[in-house]
């Protein structure tokens, strides 16, 4: 699924986010950026140990939730890998809407910073951090409509979603946005 917000392209498909040829994939990473299960254990196999060496140099004190860091994509096709921190879900009572979209929009200004034309996503806390996707894709989609709207770059934003209820949660919201 495809929407054009401006000058810009943001997409949805279903699959696995370290065989997408972008500029910069987007990690769920956790906040002393060590490694771990999930899409975060898929990134670092695929990129190779030179991510967590670089990671582990450029970032000692790790990430704070609701950020982003960067790093490069190692063996992927991506030139980039950003890691971002996303929050535990907690009943939704601990800032963790604020906390999600402050680290979609922290990936997109490093997008920028890096001069990245695209970038893809994963549904950043919805797995083991247990936030419900509904939320989540109102949220992440939300914020990357507004950030395209408004700085015009980068020119593709891709959410990459690993499952057919993930793929359907944002389908659902992103026809509702386009209309
Ligand atoms: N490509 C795209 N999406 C994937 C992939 C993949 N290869 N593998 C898993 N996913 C999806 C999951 O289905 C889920 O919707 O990524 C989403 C995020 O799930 P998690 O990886 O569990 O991430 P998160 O909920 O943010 O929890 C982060 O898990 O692995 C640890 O180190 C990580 O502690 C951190 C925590």
């Known amino acids: ?3 054009q917000f401006g000058t810009c392209r943001l997409e949805l498909v279903q699959g696995d986010i370290t065989r997408q040829e972008v500029d910069a994939i987007v990690n769920a990473a956790n ?3 060590a490694g771990g299960g999930g899409v975060d254990g898929a990134i670092h196999r695929a990129a190779g140990p030179t991510l967590m060496a670089e990671t582990r140099t450029q970032h000692p004190d790790g990430c704070p939730t609701g950020s982003a860091v960067a790093a490069s994509g190692g ?3 991506a030139k980039f890998v950003f890691h971002a921190v996303g929050p535990i879900w907690r ?4 800032g963790e809407v604020e906390l999600l979209k402050s ?6 200004e490093l ?3 890096h001069s990245c034309h695209s970038i893809a996503f994963p549904a950043i806390s ?3 951090y247990g936030y419900p996707i509904d939320l989540a894709a109102e949220s992440s989609l ?4 507004e950030f395209l709207l408004t700085k015009k770059q980068p020119n593709l934003v891709r959410f990459v979603l690993f499952d057919g209820g993930a793929f359907g949660a944002y389908a659902r919201v992103l026809e509702a946005m386009a209309d």
């Open 142 to 145: 939300s914020v990357a409509r």
């Open 1 to 3: 699924m495809l929407v």
């Open 91 to 94: 009943g939704g009572v601990s």
């Open 75 to 77: 063996l992927l096709r």
């Open 111 to 113: 997008a920028v910073e």
């Open 31 to 33: 906040s002393r950026l």
């Open 103 to 108: 680290a979609y929009r922290r990936c997109l």
């Open 126 to 128: 919805t797995g083991v």
